[in-house]
């Protein structure tokens, strides 16, 4: 799986500028699908066909990661920023972004901040090592978007890079195809676009499938870390089955499911209660007159930082467990 | 009829959020003789439609909402005063000492109160007035003012649209009208130009609410492309640069994740070839406009955005100019009477 997520993750693809990704992804699965296509707002979508009255199954993840968009720029060419998706000033500070046309630039706060409690984002800023306005209009336009560097490295059974959220999904989905061969049920695999700036793509997609269940593959944040918050979600300790989140119930139908697919596989799985956060589930539920929805969630630490870490057997254990779902009478 | 004459005959009617059916049929009426058909929904959008060549025409939607902010009467006191709730984001200390407009069974004028500063408690200085502190004074008896007026009646500002001498408007409830204004500039300029799509300029009700209006006539429309047109802010003193558009410096277009960039992209270059200067405005994420809404319905629909910058947004004293108006229309004009529509195999297999 390493080969694949570090392609995966090492490709550019902020919220709204997912074309790299996206024929990526397209190049690795169309051979083994039969039918691949991208809808109007650029969500890649995959069918698999079943057996005649088998169920529609739509699986998502989202191709999108966060970003830092210039904004304006100033007489010196430094680029004034703003966060696409959920971007900590304090995890920005130092880190080496890069635009699409491979411009690199260090992110910078204001020297006259004394107090980090004063850090925000519109005190900070991009360094791309030009001169003046005029250069670095030619490197970068307001509008641009830059990513987190931050390789793809597997050590001790863990894969730590940036963007793991939820370039892990998009190779949990792409294994799944690989491995699953006939199946009694359709599966649609959507790899959404738009899920960092509010759970944008999802929504209409599934408009368009109207899939009879869904089940979105993403990350979630964990409690065992030093002095973290208390949350009963490890690394390695197998993937979650959303409960709920802050946008999304899980449908009992699908929670149940997965669960009951998990037992009966010996496939370790934990249960995932946040107050927070969102994944695709929580518009595809409610889109075009209600889907049942889930979601497997990928325990990850350091969410939203260019080294977020999740351990290699808990994303094995979930192709198992989505193989073993889509095949649920 | 000038700009000018369009922006402050629209800028004079009232459609306060949620009761856009007192204003429809005016707003039509600027419609009428320039579309194929006019036609108002059932929530009160007002339709444009302009049949395309094309023998397969796609459709192209340009949306621009006419609801404003306003009031609405929560109850009453005695001695002819009316309490109040607000319709969209008003901003109390605009309100203070204001001439008002009560839509119930007639007109009823009426001002909005202010105590004077030597009667204001220690506890009512030095910070922003609530809304249910304040009240009109209708200046009716208590008998006579519940025969006139009822609770839920809508309550407008009335406050001039001023043509000032440097080309600028200033006054109420030029969000959006402006936009309004545009859409009636394009519709002028469509009258001459064979279009291959078919184009449906709508007028929009309660984006100050929830841009439900944008809902709704999206989803029934399904159009191929969604052009929004509405205000940013202009610049002013003390407001940082990166904020706010200079007037008069081009048309601001929006970039970020929600807007298509290849119809974005394209749009840009529409300006660059008919030589209508444009400007970048950038938004990381919910525009806070009707195209967040649109961009959703259904299958999803591709948006760009064209904006107006406006100053002293939310105010009776909104100031837009002229020639941006007319620039936007121009640029939209131009963008929207072409071939635009793509597929998206077309787009993103490039």
Redesign the interface.
Known sequence: MIALLKELAGAYG????E?EI?NLIERKISSKVDQV???????LIAVKKGQENGKRIMLAAHM?EIGL????IDDNGFI?V???GGINPYVAIGQRVQFQNGITGAVCYEESITDFKDLKL?RMYIDIGTKNREIAMECV???D?AVFCGETVEQNSRFISKALDDRIGCAILIELIEKMGDCPNEVIFVFTV?EE??L??A???A??IKPDIAVAVDVTGTGDTPECKPLAIELGKGPAVMIKDNRTISHPMVKNALIECARKNNIPYQLEVMSVGGNDAG?IHTAAGGIPAGAVSIPCRYLHRPCEMVDKNDAVNAVKLLDAFIRMP | MDTGTLVKQLCEINAPTGYENLSAEKIKSFFNPLCDEVYIDPFYNVIGYKKGTSPEPKKVVITAHYDQIGMIVTGYEKGGFLRISHLGGIDTKALLAREVVVHGREEVYGVIGAKPPHLLKENETGRNVKITELFIDTGFSDDTLKEKVEIGDPVSIAAPVVEMKNGCVAGKSLDNRAGVAALVLILEQLQNVKHPNDIYVVATVQEETELFGAVTSSYSIEP?LAVVIDVCHGDMPDV???QCFPLNRGVPVA?????H?EYTNALFETGKRERIPTQ?C?E???PGTEAWAI????????IVEVCIPLRYMHTTAELVSLKDIEAAATLVARYVSGDIIKT??DI??A
């Open positions: 902020p919220s709204g500028r074309e996206r296509y991208t809808d109007a707002l650029g969500n999108d968009v210039a904004s304006y004034r703003s966060n696409i519109d336009m307001p509008g978007i738009q700036v509010g944008r793509g929504g209409p997609a408009f368009g518009t | 191929d940082d640069k990166s970039v970020g994740p929600a807007f960039s970048r950038i990381p994420g919910d961009q959703v319905s259904r299958f999803g629909i591709p998206p195999e993103f297999q």
